[in-house]
């Protein structure tokens, strides 16, 4: 039996730090009202020359180098991510693919907005399974910098860029290692107008002259998202809980997407769970969407926070709206 496990992870955050402060001297804000609404302190911008798939590529050669393969070696790469180069084609991925040189390598976006990695890695584990492929990136990367309302304080603030990649690999042995046991992915679409970058599809494209140039910037209820997102969470870490048979002090760490403290610590409540179950970085990055849970899951390993089998579950929950996990055995 091939069973499918993360053989090594990294993140690439770009250099340019933007602070609470700094946000504050552009816009009606102040360090005090984000840190005590979301927990945010900075988070990190893209540079001008850069673009998503320079992220996600100098995060996925990392995991490549930690992991010991070659480009050559990789058989598919999938990019999950909500701010891609090109809006439509081509997926950012196919942009990977070329800058690593991983020229055996097929390669495709996966669109479910903060919750991408975690359909990515149920997608990879599935493609590893069955047989026909040995080694694949999946990579969360976002450049939401470049697609946030600067003038709009309301979601401003909320949003870093960054990019977080695993390889995800097949394991013969008869041990398990950091196995992608099982994963719960969901979908609600009728809460397609809670969360959405409104411009540039077939529904709103672009009409010079008519189009106002605010729409192709993230539009976001928060209310209604924040409300959605505490009951996803709690929802999809109890399901992954009773159908693995897990208890709370079985699970080592949960690994949850950082769009609000206030979010995760309100979903901890409702469903019983110590709050330091929960790894949380977001004071650090802001909501780098599909990047959060790779990049919070790469410190936790390099942090020696989990050993070899210690259960460890990853929860998201974003724009679709979508929501999920996964349950990996360390
Ligand atoms: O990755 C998934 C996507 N995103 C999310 O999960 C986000 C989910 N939602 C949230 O996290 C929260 O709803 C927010 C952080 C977006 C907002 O927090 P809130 O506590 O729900 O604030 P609010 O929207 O109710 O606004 C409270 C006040 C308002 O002022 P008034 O009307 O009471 O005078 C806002 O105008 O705070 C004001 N406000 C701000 N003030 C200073 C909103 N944004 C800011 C800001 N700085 N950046």
């Not at 001297?25 to 927990?39: P, V």
């Not at 070329?98 to 976006?109: I, Q």
Request: hydrophobic share 40%; aromatic share 8%; charged share 20%.
């Amino acid at each position: 039996m091939i069973r499918a496990y993360i053989k090594s992870i990294a993140y690439c955050v770009p250099d340019k730090i933007v602070t609470n402060d700094d946000l504050s001297k552009i816009m009606d804000t102040s360090d005090e009202w984000i840190i005590s609404h979301t927990g945010i302190k900075k988070r990190h911008f893209i540079g001008e020359n850069e673009n998503n798939s320079d992220i996600a590529a100098k995060a996925a050669k990392i995991a490549m180098k930690k992991g010991g393969i070659t480009a050559d070696e990789i058989d598919f790469i999938i990019v999950c991510t909500g701010s891609a180069d090109y809006l439509g084609f081509p997926a950012t991925a196919c942009l990977v693919q070329e800058k690593l040189g991983a020229k055996n390598a097929g390669a495709y976006d996966i669109s479910a907005a903060c919750t991408g990695f975690v359909f990515g890695v149920e997608t990879a584990a599935n493609f590893i399974k069955s047989g026909n492929y040995k080694n694949i990136l999946v990579i969360g990367s976002e450049v939401l910098s470049r697609i946030i309302d600067m003038s709009d304080r309301n979601t401003a603030v909320l949003f870093g860029d960054g990019a977080g990649a695993a390889l995800i690999s097949g394991n013969e042995d008869s041990e398990s290692k950091s196995e992608i046991i099982s994963s719960y992915l969901r979908a609600d679409g009728s809460g397609e107008n809670a969360l959405k970058r409104p411009l540039g599809g077939t529904a709103h494209p672009f009409i010079p002259g008519v189009t106002d140039p605010k729409e192709c910037f993230i539009y976001m209820n928060g209310r209604q998202v924040y409300n959605f997102a505490v009951k996803a969470v709690t929802n999809t870490i109890l399901q992954i809980m009773e159908k693995n048979n897990l208890t709370i002090d079985s699970i080592k760490y949960i690994i949850p997407h950082q769009a609000n403290i206030r979010i995760i610590e309100a979903a901890a409540n409702r469903a019983s769970i110590p709050i330091e179950k929960f790894y949380i970085n977001i004071e650090n990055y802001a909501n780098t969407s599909a990047a959060t849970i790779p990049i919070a899951l790469t410190e936790v390993v390099d942090k020696n926070l989990i050993q070899r089998g210690d259960n460890i579950i990853t929860v998201g929950f974003g724009g679709g709206l979508t929501y999920g996990g996964n349950y990996i055995k360390w």
